[in-house]
């Protein structure tokens, strides 16, 4: 499958952007999708993901929320009170149910927390 992000950019604390990350080539259903972020100098990190169930990394637990529409074959990921920290080239992924291991990237998309 293939995967396109999209919806960063340049936000002040506090905003609330929307990411969507577009599937193609397969068939969306198949799959649990997951968002992840690379901060500058970090390793990359779990931010959720929606398969069976939905899981939230700690640190955006109550702030973001993930959300898929199948007839659309998208995943959003609904970012409020955005912190500084927050700061982060932003990829979502891709898995068969069957595996733990996402084996479809999409590109990233850069949003930037300015305080």
């Known amino acids: 499958v293939q995967l396109q992000a999209s919806g960063g950019g340049l936000v002040q604390a506090g905003g609330s952007p929307r990411l969507s990350c577009a599937a193609s080539?397969?068939?969306?259903?198949?799959?649990?999708m997951g968002w992840f972020r690379q901060a500058p100098g970090k390793e990359r990190e779990f931010v959720a993901s929606s398969g069976r169930s939905i899981y939230y990394a700690d640190s955006v637990k109550g702030r973001f929320t993930i959300s898929r529409d199948n007839a659309k074959n998208t995943v959003y990921l609904q970012m409020n009170n955005l912190k500084p920290e927050d700061t982060a080239v932003y990829y979502c992924a891709a898995r068969y149910y069957s595996t733990n291991v996402y084996n479809s990237w999409g590109q990233g998309t850069l949003v930037t927390v300015s305080s």
């Open positions: 080539g397969r068939t969306f259903s198949d799959y649990a």
